[in-house]
């Protein structure tokens, strides 16, 4: 799925089809979600081609970026196409702890978009994630992204013909594992590490904000 020539044709596919056309997520929606979002010192974790952080609209002229993937591919692919920002590349496993030598100070934003349906296990298990993001974040740093859910899982009945029919291809394939995915469960894990949790649905994609406590609070927290 991520190999170059893939990702070569991945914008027009995602980004300019499925996400209006099958997800029933525009992806102006999500460009929204990155402008709201984005801070000066910002890591996205799954970085895909940086369609989106090569689009932001910053808070300054020069942020500090670090992309982190476990494919050489992509983070070739999305550091060249923000080369002016000079990002830093760390490829790594999400569900290990991240490489502390290699990540930048504390990020005041995280991105994970179109991550969480790829990754394999329950919604428990692939909440590693955040728990390994969790100890490179400042106190009150925006945590945001996007997943596609199943049909059912959203509330709003089975997705269309073609949703259906690309979601089981996917899944038989091993490029999405979200049959089990549930919008109770995703907001669960997010509420036990963050505050202020908002998750919007757009089609059967789940938009989510939330804000990073700091470690003091969280110690606190029952």
């Given at each position: 799925?991520?190999?170059?020539?893939?990702l070569?044709?991945?914008?027009?596919?995602?980004?300019?089809?499925?996400?209006?056309?099958?997800?029933?997520?525009?992806?102006?929606?999500?460009?929204?979600?990155?402008?709201?979002?984005?801070?000066?010192?910002?890591?996205?974790?799954?970085?895909?081609?940086?369609?989106?952080?090569?689009?932001?609209?910053?808070?300054?002229?020069?942020p500090?970026?670090t992309?982190?993937?476990?494919?050489?591919?992509?983070?070739?692919?999305?550091?060249?196409?923000?080369?002016?920002?000079?990002?830093?590349?760390?490829?790594?496993?999400?569900f290990?702890?991240?490489?502390?030598?290699?990540?930048?100070?504390?990020?005041?934003?995280?991105?994970l978009?179109?991550?969480?349906?790829?990754?394999?296990?329950?919604?428990k298990?692939?909440?590693?994630?955040?728990?390994?993001?969790?100890?490179?974040?400042?106190?009150?740093?925006?945590?945001?992204?996007?997943?596609?859910l199943?049909?059912?899982?959203?509330?709003?009945?089975?997705?269309?013909?073609?949703?259906?029919?690309?979601?089981?291809?996917?899944?038989?394939?091993?490029?999405?594992s979200?049959?089990?995915?549930?919008i109770?469960?995703?907001?669960?894990?997010?509420?036990?590490?963050?505050?202020?949790?908002?998750?919007?649905?757009?089609?059967t994609?789940?938009?989510?904000?939330?804000?990073?406590?700091?470690a003091?609070?969280?110690?606190?927290?029952?």
């Open positions: 799925m991520y190999a170059p020539f893939s070569a044709v991945y914008d027009v596919v995602v980004h300019g089809i499925s996400n209006h056309f099958i997800w029933r997520c525009p992806t102006y929606q999500l460009r929204r979600l990155y402008d709201r979002n984005v801070t000066a010192r910002h890591v996205d974790v799954g970085v895909g081609t940086g369609y989106f952080l090569a689009r932001a609209h910053w808070p300054v002229a020069r500090e970026i992309l982190v993937d476990l494919n050489p591919h992509c983070l070739a692919r999305a550091a060249g196409r923000i080369s002016r920002l000079s990002p830093g590349m760390v490829e790594a496993n999400v290990e702890p991240l490489p502390a030598a290699q990540m930048g100070k504390p990020y005041t934003s995280a991105g978009c179109y991550l969480l349906h790829c990754l394999p296990g329950s919604m298990q692939k909440a590693q994630v955040f728990d390994h993001l969790v100890p490179h974040l400042a106190d009150g740093a925006h945590v945001f992204g996007a997943t596609i199943p049909g059912d899982a959203t509330g709003r009945g089975a997705p269309n013909w073609a949703a259906r029919q690309l979601m089981r291809i996917y899944n038989a394939k091993g490029v999405f979200n049959e089990g995915d549930r109770e469960d995703l907001e669960a894990e997010l509420a036990r590490r963050f505050e202020v949790v908002d998750i919007r649905l757009y089609g994609v789940a938009l989510f904000e939330a804000r990073y406590r700091g003091d609070r969280a110690a606190s927290t029952p």
